[in-house]
C-alpha cells in the first residue's frame, strides 16, 4: 500500500497525559499537512510541512501541541496535557506539486483521539 | 466566518437519481477547489478538483460545475448508487506556497436502494 499511513489508528487517554502520532507520507511527496476534524464538521488546518521545515502553524495549534518532520520523511505529532476539548480525528495528508502548480492532497485514514 | 458554505447540510436520494451538492465562497484568491468523499471512520478521499479558469469537470459519474462570476461551484453525482452514501465536502485553497484546505461542513447523502 503506497498512501499515507497513520498510526495509531485510535488512542484513548485520560485528561493530562502526552500523546504523539505518527504519519507516513506517500513516498517522494514532500508537502505534509496536519488537520484536526470534529464530529460533524470539516477538516481544520493545523500545520504544513516543506521537507523538513514547519511553515506555517495555525492559531488552533496551542503551545500543547508540536509537531515535527525530521529529514523531511514521516512527522509526528504531540499533545502535551491532553485536555478533553483536544478529542477529535486527527488526519494527516500529503502532497507534491502536480505540473499544473495546484496540488493534490492524499489523506491517511486518521488518528481518533478519545481524552477521558 | 465559514469562508466556504457549503448546502445542502443532508441529502436523501433515489438510487439512479442525481444528487447535487452546492457551494459557495468569497475569497476570490482561491484557485483550486475539489470535493471529498468520507465514509465513517475514515480519512478524505479525493473525488474530483477543478480550477476557476475551466466552468466545468467531469470524470465518471461525478462533475464538478464553477461559475466564477458568482463565485459558487457544485458537484453532480449522476446516476447515484446506495455504494455513493457517506458525507462529501467541498473545500478551497489559494495560491502560495502553503496550499491549506479550507473545508465546507459537509454534506450527508444517503441514497436509498
Known amino acids: 500500500d503506497t498512501g499515507v499511513s497513520q498510526n495509531p489508528r485510535h488512542k484513548i487517554t485520560k485528561r493530562g497525559q502526552n500523546v504523539t502520532f505518527r504519519c507516513d507520507p506517500i513516498?517522494?511527496?514532500?508537502?505534509l499537512y496536519w488537520y484536526r476534524q470534529t464530529l460533524g464538521q470539516g477538516p481544520e488546518f493545523l500545520t504544513y510541512f516543506q521537507n523538513e521545515a514547519q511553515l506555517e502553524k495555525s492559531r488552533l495549534l496551542s503551545d500543547r501541541f508540536s509537531a515535527e518532520r525530521p529529514k523531511g520523511s514521516f512527522s509526528t505529532l504531540e499533545i502535551q496535557r491532553t485536555e478533553q476539548g483536544d478529542s477529535a480525528m486527527y488526519l494527516c495528508?500529503?502532497?507534491?506539486?502536480?505540473?499544473?502548480?495546484?496540488?493534490?492532497?492524499?489523506f491517511g485514514p486518521g488518528t481518533r483521539l478519545t481524552v477521558l | 466566518q465559514q469562508q466556504v458554505k457549503q448546502s445542502p447540510q443532508s441529502l436523501i436520494v433515489q438510487k439512479g437519481g442525481i444528487s447535487i451538492i452546492n457551494c459557495a465562497y468569497e475569497n476570490t484568491a482561491f484557485d483550486y477547489f475539489p470535493w471529498y468523499q468520507q465514509f465513517p471512520g475514515k480519512g478524505p478521499a479525493l473525488l474530483i478538483a477543478?480550477?476557476?479558469d475551466v466552468s466545468e469537470k467531469k470524470e465518471g459519474r461525478f462533475t464538478i460545475s464553477f461559475n466564477k462570476s458568482a463565485k459558487q461551484f457544485s458537484l453532480h453525482i449522476m446516476d447515484s448508487q446506495p455504494g455513493d452514501s457517506a458525507t462529501y465536502f467541498c473545500?478551497?485553497?489559494?495560491?502560495?506556497?502553503?496550499?491549506?484546505?479550507?473545508w465546507g461542513l459537509g454534506t450527508s447523502l444517503a441514497v436509498n436502494p
Open positions: 495528508a500529503s502532497s507534491s506539486p502536480t505540473g499544473m502548480g495546484y496540488n493534490e492532497q492524499f
Open positions: 473545500a478551497a485553497s489559494r495560491g502560495g506556497n502553503n496550499r491549506k484546505l479550507i
Open positions: 477543478i480550477r476557476p
Open positions: 513516498s517522494e511527496h514532500n508537502r
